[in-house]
């Protein structure tokens, strides 16, 4: 079964429907074959996983399914076309939950068939990665290549993004993910899921200065990161304290000293791979934790310090979202990649440095220049 490319198959505008399903946004976006995106629609479900303190993957699954078939009807609506006005449709299909993915790429998939569109396997990755190139993000889109630092509640990376496909892993976290690190500590502090946000302002409330925490790696040669030990700080802080609700101005501290530790790391990961990549032309931020007003100033004045611009797409695009899925498809069917097969496998792991290789077992993905 395999599926053409679509460009001007059906006459411009090309509409590219885009599905995200990977964790626990359920999202949709109707982009046109420029990139302005005609729909955009996100469902959170931080309320079904809040009683949890975290994601339930089989909540998270049963929840995309529920809502996704309105939430296509509704992008549809939005951007004023019918499914058979889709030239393309893409899915991630990997790197995430399982169940989540499953949900989003079978849909894609019978859409597909359904329409005749071509469809598009998105490496979630891979997506974050090339938001900051959508239209109307910056004065003038990033040229390639470019230094992203990846900042999630999965996801910790700093990627060199040499061409649209071709992606070097300079470095990653060798424990926990930022965010999860956030959300862990927030938790010890007593604050509800997600922390991130939450810790962000009650740091502003706190003294950095009040504990000495450890700056993981600093210092170190490359640029991977490491915050269990960090994590572990803070929690044997709290643990000597007496027990009972922790008094306000002492979580406050314990947050805004927590939070100065990840901000000097971050910087210090962020030099060291800046001069790893001599010939990159930009620093882009992505993920959830680069919403945080402290780190996002810190690592400006490390890019601007290596004279390069920090680019920061809006929050919306910056956390899970299906433009940014949509705008993946737009860039590879640009470069000139096929559409993928209907038999693409879903991937929970899929490094970015193998985005290019092909989802179908033995077979190279074709590409078209
Ligand atoms: O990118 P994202 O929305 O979802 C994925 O993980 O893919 O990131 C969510 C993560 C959560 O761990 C959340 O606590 C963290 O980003 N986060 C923050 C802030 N806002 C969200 N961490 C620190 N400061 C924030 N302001
Ligand atoms: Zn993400």
Not at 38 to 54: K, L, M, Y
Not at 73 to 88: M, N, Q, T, V
Not at 184 to 189: R, T
Not at 233 to 245: E, T, Y
Request: with cysteine; net charge neutral; glycine share 10%.
């Amino acid at each position: 079964m395999s599926v053409s490319d679509d460009t001007n198959r059906r006459g411009p505008p090309a509409m590219m429907l885009g599905i995200e399903s990977s964790c626990d946004e359920t999202a949709c976006a109707v982009l046109d074959g420029e990139g302005r995106v005609r729909a955009e629609i996100v469902a959170s479900q931080i309320a079904d996983h809040a009683p949890f303190g975290g994601v339930v993957p089989e909540i998270a699954a049963r929840a995309h399914l529920a809502a996704l078939a309105p939430m296509v009807r509704a992008a549809l609506a939005e951007a004023g076309i019918a499914a058979r006005d889709l030239s393309g449709i893409a899915a991630t299909v990997g790197p995430g939950l399982i169940g989540g993915l499953i949900v989003g790429a079978g849909f894609a998939k019978g859409m597909a068939l359904a329409t005749g569109a071509a469809f598009y396997a998105i490496n979630h990755l891979e997506a974050h990665a090339l938001t900051a190139r959508l239209p109307g993000i910056a004065a003038r889109a990033p040229d390639f290549p470019y230094l992203l630092l990846l900042v999630s509640g999965g996801h910790t990376a700093l990627i060199a993004v040499e061409a649209v496909g071709r992606y070097r892993r300079l470095g990653t976290t060798l424990d926990d993910a930022a965010g999860e690190v956030f959300d862990k500590v927030a938790k010890l502090l007593g604050l509800g899921y997600p922390g991130g946000p939450a810790l962000e302002a009650l740091a502003t409330e706190g003294n950095p200065a009040r504990f000495t925490l450890p700056r993981p790696l600093l210092g170190r040669a490359g640029c991977d990161f490491s915050f269990s030990g960090l994590k572990t700080a803070v929690a044997q802080i709290v643990s000597r304290l007496p027990p009972g609700s922790l008094p306000r101005g002492m979580a406050a501290d314990i947050a805004a000293s927590f939070q100065a530790a990840v901000v000097e790391a971050m910087a210090d990961r962020l030099s060291h791979a800046l001069a790893m990549m001599p010939e990159s032309t930009c620093v882009v931020v992505a993920g959830g934790v680069a919403s945080n007003r402290a780190i996002r100033g810190r690592l400006e004045a490390t890019a601007t310090a290596g004279g390069l611009t920090l680019i920061a797409p809006p929050l919306r695009l910056c956390t899970d979202n299906a433009t940014m899925v949509a705008w993946a498809a737009i860039e590879r069917r640009r470069a000139g990649y096929s559409a993928d097969d209907l038999a693409a496998r879903c991937r929970p792991r899929w490094p970015l440095d193998g985005a290019v290789q092909s989802l179908i077992a033995g077979k190279a993905v074709s590409v078209a220049v």
